[in-house]
C-alpha cells in the first residue's frame, strides 16, 4: 500500500522568489508519482507525472519535479514564482498498473500555495 | 476534444434525501474514476468504472453507489444523505497512455446537505 506526505499545508512566498513544495511517499514497489495543481472551484489539472527514465520531469507552467528514491520524495519547484501560481497542489503516487492499465492513485492532502505581490 | 463535464455543478440537499451526479468522460476514455474531497479528509478514492463494471472500490458505505453506461457517461447515487456528506464530488476521466493510467478531472459538483 502507498501513502503520501507532503509537508506544509500552506507555502507563502513572494512573487518572483523559488516555489519548493515537499512531497514523501512509501511505496512497496517502484512508484508512478504525480503532482496535480486546483484553482479555485475547479477540478484537479495534472501538472507533470514520473513513471520510468528520467528522474528530472519537467511540467506545464514552469514547474518541474525529481524523484529521489533514496529520499523517498518527489518535490515541487519552480524557480521564480507568479501571482497565477496561488493555488492548491496535490502529490499522488501509485503503484504501476498490471496489464490492463488499472490503478488506484493515493493522493497527499495537499498544500495551498500563496504567492505574494 | 471537449473535457470532462459534471453536472450539476452545485447542489443542496437536506438530509435523507438522496441525489445523484452525473459525469461525461473525454471521448473515447472507457475509465472514470469518483472521488470525494472535503478539507477534513482531503481527495478520497469512492470508485472507478471500466467498460460498465466496477473495476475498483474505496471504503465508503453502501449508501455511496455508481454506474457507467455504454457510452462511458457515469453517475454516482448518494441515497439517505448525511451532513458529513457535503463536499466536492470529482470524477476522473482515464486513458492508457504508454501503459501509465493518466486521469482527467471535471470541474466537480459542489454538494451541500443541510
Known amino acids: 500500500a502507498q501513502s503520501v506526505t507532503q509537508l506544509g499545508s500552506h507555502v507563502s512566498v513572494s512573487e518572483g522568489a523559488l516555489v519548493l513544495l515537499r512531497c514523501n511517499y512509501s511505496?512497496?514497489?517502484?512508484?508512478?508519482l504525480f503532482w496535480y495543481v486546483q484553482y479555485p472551484n475547479q477540478g484537479l489539472q495534472l501538472l507533470l507525472k514520473y513513471t520510468t527514465g528520467a528522474t528530472l520531469v519537467k511540467g506545464i507552467n514552469g514547474f518541474e519535479a525529481e524523484f529521489k528514491k533514496s529520499e523517498t520524495s518527489f518535490h515541487l519547484t519552480k524557480p521564480s514564482a507568479h501571482m497565477s501560481d496561488a493555488a492548491e497542489y496535490f502529490c499522488?503516487?501509485?503503484?504501476?498498473?498490471?496489464?490492463?492499465?488499472?490503478?488506484?492513485?493515493?493522493f497527499g492532502r495537499g498544500t495551498s500555495l500563496i504567492v505574494h505581490p | 476534444k471537449a473535457g470532462v463535464t459534471q453536472t450539476p455543478r452545485y447542489l443542496i440537499k437536506t438530509r435523507g434525501q438522496q441525489v445523484t451526479l452525473s459525469c461525461s468522460p473525454i471521448s473515447g476514455h472507457r475509465s472514470v474514476s469518483w472521488y470525494q474531497q472535503t478539507p477534513g479528509q482531503g481527495l478520497q478514492f469512492l470508485f472507478e468504472y471500466f467498460s460498465e463494471t466496477q473495476r475498483n472500490k474505496g471504503n465508503f458505505p453502501g449508501r455511496f453507489s455508481g454506474r457507467q453506461f455504454s457510452n462511458s457517461r457515469s453517475e454516482m447515487n448518494v441515497s439517505t444523505l448525511e451532513l458529513g456528506d457535503s463536499a466536492l464530488y470529482l470524477c476522473?476521466?482515464?486513458?492508457?497512455?504508454?501503459?501509465?493510467?493518466?486521469?482527467?478531472f471535471g470541474p466537480g459538483t459542489r454538494l451541500t446537505v443541510l
Open positions: 476522473a476521466s482515464s486513458l492508457v497512455l504508454a501503459g501509465v493510467l493518466t486521469q482527467y
Open positions: 499522488a503516487v501509485s503503484d504501476p498498473p498490471p496489464s490492463g492499465g488499472s490503478y488506484i492513485p493515493t
Open positions: 511505496s512497496s514497489v517502484p512508484p508512478y
